[in-house]
């Protein structure tokens, strides 16, 4: 997990690495003595960086894509409790007070608990695990007498399900990662792709430097991108829990 120190001093490393390569080039192989070789290292910089800019924007748009899943999967966990907690109004008395209780809980747990453990990336079980579980005790000792009470009931196991549905698939979300070989792809490429534009030989050495810079900070940018939405609940951008704040408001105006 990178906080924002953290990204700043991987951008400030990749660009300054890339500057210093260019600065060691130009000692030992001078950019007027690679000028004559521009033909063949322009063809494969170009290569290079048309196949490295396709990888860059498919990883991207994979994390975007999935980060967006998880927002939306936190979205529908929220309105699952609180659909849960509406429908123990047609249940009979002891068992709606003992839901309603256990959704407030339930919403107090996931905000409290599980946003911050979600953050330290921590393995161990989330706390509304033990609540989700409660929840399903309650609701399979009602004993329902009246059509309303049995529609309630039904009603409620349907939501019940998807509320454990979404909590299983937000614990997933939370230790999905992009698998090593994808970093190593993305990283050696970034290597090659910014050592491939630094070997172009160029007759205004500090023009050449000012592209190389902007180059390699724009690879650095979107590396540092994916590393941060890649994780969808810890660092600097991630899902917030404003789903659950707003149901935590609802049910107790309710």
């Known amino acids: 997990m990178l906080d924002t120190l953290q990204d700043v001093l991987c951008i400030i490393l990749v660009v300054g690495g890339s500057l210093l390569f260019l600065w060691l080039l130009e000692r030992f192989w001078p950019g007027d003595k690679r000028i004559k070789h521009n033909d063949i290292i322009g063809w494969q910089l170009g290569i290079l960086g048309t196949t490295y800019a396709v990888i860059l924007g498919f990883m991207l748009y994979t994390v975007w894509i999935n980060f967006g899943a998880a927002d939306l999967n936190a979205d529908a966990e929220a309105n699952a409790v609180v659909n849960v907690y509406r429908l123990a109004k047609g249940l009979p008395n002891q068992q709606c007070t003992q839901i309603q209780q256990t959704a407030r809980a339930y919403a107090d747990a996931v905000i409290n608990k599980d946003w911050p453990a979600m953050a330290r990336n921590d393995p161990g079980q989330l706390e509304s695990h033990v609540l989700n579980q409660e929840l399903w005790r309650i609701l399979m000792s009602v004993k329902a007498a009246t059509p309303t009470e049995l529609t309630a009931e039904d009603h409620a196991l349907y939501e019940l399900s998807a509320?454990?549905?979404?909590?299983?698939?937000?614990?997933?979300?939370?230790?999905?990662?992009?698998?090593?070989?994808?970093?190593?792809?993305?990283?050696?490429?970034?290597?090659?792709?910014?050592?491939?534009?630094?070997?172009?030989?160029?007759?205004?050495?500090?023009?050449?430097?000012?592209?190389?810079?902007?180059?390699?900070?724009?690879?650095?940018?979107?590396?540092?991108?994916?590393?941060?939405?890649?994780?969808?609940?810890?660092?600097?951008?991630?899902?917030?829990?404003?789903?659950?704040?707003?149901?935590?408001?609802?049910?107790?105006?309710?």
């Open 163 to 254: 509320l454990a549905e979404h909590r299983r698939t937000r614990r997933l979300q939370s230790a999905s990662r992009l698998p090593a070989i994808l970093w190593f792809v993305l990283i050696v490429g970034g290597i090659v792709t910014i050592m491939s534009s630094c070997m172009f030989g160029a007759a205004n050495t500090r023009l050449h430097a000012i592209q190389v810079f902007f180059f390699s900070l724009l690879i650095a940018l979107v590396l540092v991108a994916i590393a941060d939405i890649d994780r969808p609940f810890q660092g600097v951008v991630h899902v917030s829990d404003a789903p659950f704040r707003r149901a935590q408001q609802n049910m107790n105006e309710q």
